[in-house]
């Protein structure tokens, strides 16, 4: 029996970034974490400990650093530039991904800000000739208060959730969406369209499932965005149920819940043009 190498990568997670732009009165914050994988020719460092292929997770962290001070821009910029310079630059390094999370600040005033809702994202990946580049946002919290209902599901002996015709429907989104091409987008643009449009379809959708939910979102974005090919969502059931206040000698019309943390349901699906390029590295 012969045994041998796989796939393997490395690199530097959650390299933290805040930089501060002064150029006026009227500051600006970008506030990023900062993943690097890398892959190539590195047999020699698992087999024989040889490192002289290595470009070390510290560099990878130095390197984030010191291009920042040239300036983030938008995410996916920021992420092709650290990808093409790892592989470019270190002759065993074959391919790149660079993940980068955005924690969002609203202003308050010229240099003063809070935290606002959901973190925006980019995959970067680069195999020395192409890149591919996924957008997306997590950790957006969203909450219908009506329009939602689950019924006519199967049941067996175990089922004991009853049907409902109208229930509080709230999920925390993640989305990520692929781009045709890493060269012709708007990030801002693509960025606000993509997460608007899947606010709204929320919104919108009279709901007989979360499934249906889910697909709604992905299609609105690929029927407005002509940038977008893919959107992948994933959609926990953030469950609201109704407290039984009977026993108090009162009654409950709809109005007070317990919100559950866990368990709970977790809806995952992918929407895409029936025309989508391949995917190559893009979710690598």
């Given at each position: 029996?012969?045994i041998v190498?796989?796939?393997?990568r490395?690199g530097?997670?959650e390299?933290?970034?805040?930089?501060?732009d002064?150029?006026t009165?009227r500051h600006?914050?970008?506030d990023?974490?900062v993943?690097?994988?890398?892959?190539?020719d590195?047999?020699?460092?698992h087999?024989t400990?040889d490192n002289?292929g290595v470009?070390?997770?510290?560099?990878?962290?130095?390197?984030v650093?010191a291009?920042a001070?040239d300036g983030v821009?938008?995410?996916?910029?920021?992420g092709?530039?650290?990808?093409?310079?790892f592989v470019?630059?270190?002759?065993?390094?074959?391919?790149a991904?660079?993940h980068?999370?955005?924690?969002?600040?609203?202003?308050l005033?010229?240099?003063?800000f809070?935290?606002?809702?959901?973190?925006?994202?980019a995959?970067v990946c680069?195999d020395?000739?192409?890149?591919?580049?996924?957008?997306?946002?997590?950790d957006?919290?969203?909450?219908?208060t009506?329009?939602?209902e689950?019924?006519?599901?199967?049941?067996d002996?175990y089922t004991t959730l009853p049907?409902?015709?109208d229930r509080?429907?709230a999920?925390a989104?993640?989305?990520?969406?692929r781009h045709?091409?890493a060269?012709r987008?708007?990030?801002?643009a693509s960025?606000?369209?993509?997460?608007r449009?899947?606010?709204a379809a929320?919104?919108d959708?009279?709901s007989l499932?979360?499934?249906q939910?889910?697909y709604?979102m992905?299609q609105r974005v690929l029927s407005?965005?002509?940038?977008?090919?893919?959107?992948r969502?994933?959609?926990p059931n953030k469950?609201?149920f109704l407290v039984?206040?009977?026993?108090?000698g009162?009654?409950n019309p709809?109005?007070?819940?317990?919100a559950a943390?866990?368990?709970?349901?977790?809806?995952?699906g992918t929407?895409l043009?029936?025309?989508?390029?391949p995917?190559?590295?893009?979710?690598?």
């Amino acid at each position: 029996m012969g045994i041998v190498l796989g796939d393997n990568r490395y690199g530097k997670a959650e390299t933290r970034l805040v930089r501060v732009d002064r150029g006026t009165d009227r500051h600006t914050i970008t506030d990023l974490n900062v993943t690097t994988t890398l892959a190539g020719d590195l047999a020699a460092t698992h087999l024989t400990g040889d490192n002289s292929g290595v470009l070390p997770t510290d560099t990878q962290k130095n390197t984030v650093y010191a291009f920042a001070r040239d300036g983030v821009g938008q995410i996916e910029d920021f992420g092709l530039r650290l990808a093409r310079h790892f592989v470019d630059e270190t002759p065993t390094i074959h391919r790149a991904r660079v993940h980068i999370q955005q924690y969002t600040w609203d202003r308050l005033g010229h240099h003063s800000f809070s935290r606002g809702a959901g973190t925006r994202t980019a995959t970067v990946c680069y195999d020395g000739e192409q890149a591919w580049v996924v957008s997306g946002v997590e950790d957006l919290v969203v909450l219908n208060t009506t329009g939602s209902e689950f019924h006519g599901y199967h049941k067996d002996r175990y089922t004991t959730l009853p049907e409902t015709t109208d229930r509080i429907l709230a999920t925390a989104v993640t989305a990520r969406w692929r781009h045709v091409a890493a060269e012709r987008a708007d990030w801002a643009a693509s960025y606000a369209g993509s997460t608007r449009h899947l606010l709204a379809a929320f919104a919108d959708t009279h709901s007989l499932s979360l499934q249906q939910t889910l697909y709604a979102m992905g299609q609105r974005v690929l029927s407005t965005r002509d940038e977008v090919v893919e959107v992948r969502l994933a959609l926990p059931n953030k469950h609201h149920f109704l407290v039984d206040l009977a026993p108090f000698g009162l009654d409950n019309p709809g109005e007070v819940f317990y919100a559950a943390d866990r368990p709970y349901g977790l809806i995952e699906g992918t929407v895409l043009r029936d025309d989508a390029p391949p995917a190559g590295l893009a979710w690598w």
